[in-house]
């Protein structure tokens, strides 16, 4: 199956610092990456759709400033958290669809682990 | 307002029976559903899923029924095995030309399954 590569798996950051995560389509083209977050028993949040060459769209109540998004070719999408706090700790997904497939199969990353302290 | 929920936030089943998660959607826009498969500490791996089209698909052990009057779907694993361990996902998409994978996930039930 396709294979989408997130790194860095876990980041332990200071408050007020910027930590970028890098979600990588290996052996696929992705026109279109989701990101996605979870709190600890809930859902996967979605907090952006990231598609290659245009702006991010992000979902309501997620300030774009503070999660910039960059999908600047057809296998990177990038994640910044940017001045980082305490209550940005939470695991971050990111999944992408392959543009040759006809469905709407997600394939994800292994996702980050954040810890702001 | 959660748009696909599942109700259940664990369960727990004997090897070698069979595993039912459920889970229920509100938007009747969703026409495209799947689940996935989490382990601790890892993303989801696609499971299987299922066009509005359908009422049931099938891939080995796991099978996935759709009810669309009934806005449910379920998930049936037989016979379950100590490997299924694991959070299963329900996710419903809009089959649209755009951000097609583009997916509203439940909560998740945990299944546990005992040897």
Known sequence: GAVVSQHPS???CKSGTSVKIECRSLDFQATTMFWYRQFPKQSLMLMATSNEGSK????????????????????????????????????YICSAQDADRASNEAFFGQGTRLTVV | DQQVKQNSPSLSVQEGRISILNC?????????????????????TFLISISSIKD?????????????????????????????SAVYFCA?????????????FGDGTTLTVKP
């Open chain 2, 24 to 44: 229920d959607y509100t938007n009747s826009m969703f026409d495209y559903f799947l689940w996935y498969k989490k382990y601790p500490a890892e993303g989801p």
């Open chain 1, 56 to 91: 991010a769209t992000y979902e309501q109540g997620v300030e774009k400033d503070k999660f910039l998004i960059n999908h600047a070719s057809l296998t990177l999408s990038t994640l910044t958290v940017t001045s980082a706090h305490p209550e940005d700790s939470s695991f």
């Open chain 1, 10 to 12: 876990r980041v332990i």
């Open chain 2, 92 to 104: 419903a998409s809009m089959n649209l030309n755009t951000n097609a994978g583009k997916s509203t």
């Open chain 2, 56 to 84: 049931k698909n099938e891939d080995g052990r796991f099978t996935v029924f759709l009810n669309k009057s009934a806005k449910h779907l379920s998930l049936h694993i037989v016979p379950s095995q100590p490997g299924d």
